[in-house]
């Protein structure tokens, strides 16, 4: 005789300012995997550290062709995850990609339980997740910064400036 499902859930009432994070890198490029491959022993060195407000880390593969890895992360709040966002490595490795992507595409998509989802896609040459269904748009202006994407109000400012990145606006 066939046994009932055991179905469960969660009771994440302790968790009302939650944050899930799903961050991916691609391999574009042969180059890629080294600087794929050199990122794995950084981030769980990063993991390790347990930075405040980190909850939960998990290690995911998308697909081995083309390589394509990365990972879900559960923040307690929005604040935590902006502030290791803006603190060593984190910001040392954003600011290394965004001068250089090393033949890798990076992406994440970001859902906020107070509401507001945001989502960056550098380097991604295949339309993966929002890019599948949603409008492109430049991340220039107010699409530049991630807590403005997601339509929420953030206490610091973004790791790298429009203006450091692409230089002043004519």
């Known amino acids: 005789m066939p046994t009932k499902v055991n179905r469960q859930t969660v009771d994440l009432s302790q968790y009302p300012d939650l944050v899930v994070i799903y961050l991916g890198m691609r391999v574009n490029r042969l180059t890629g995997l080294k600087t794929l491959f050199g990122m794995g022993p950084q981030i769980a060195g990063s993991v390790a550290a347990r930075p405040d407000g980190l909850l939960l880390h998990e290690t995911m593969v998308y697909s081995l062709f083309p390589m394509h890895t990365g990972m879900r992360q559960?923040?307690?709040?929005?604040?935590?995850?902006?502030?290791?966002?803006?603190?060593?490595?984190?910001?040392?490795?954003?600011?290394n990609f965004l001068r250089d992507s090393g033949g890798t595409g990076f992406w994440h998509?970001?859902?906020?339980?107070?509401?507001?989802?945001?989502?960056?896609y550098d380097d991604v040459p295949v339309p993966i997740g929002f890019m599948r269904f949603a409008p492109l748009k430049l991340a220039r202006g107010p699409m530049f910064s991630a807590a403005r994407r997601a339509a929420v109000e953030a206490s610091a400012a973004a790791v790298l400036s429009e203006n450091e990145l692409y230089g002043p606006s004519s």
């Open 109 to 120: 998509e970001t859902y906020l339980m107070r509401g507001g989802m945001e989502a960056i």
């Open 74 to 95: 559960y923040w307690r709040d929005l604040e935590s995850l902006m502030a290791w966002t803006r603190s060593e490595p984190h910001a040392v490795w954003w600011k």
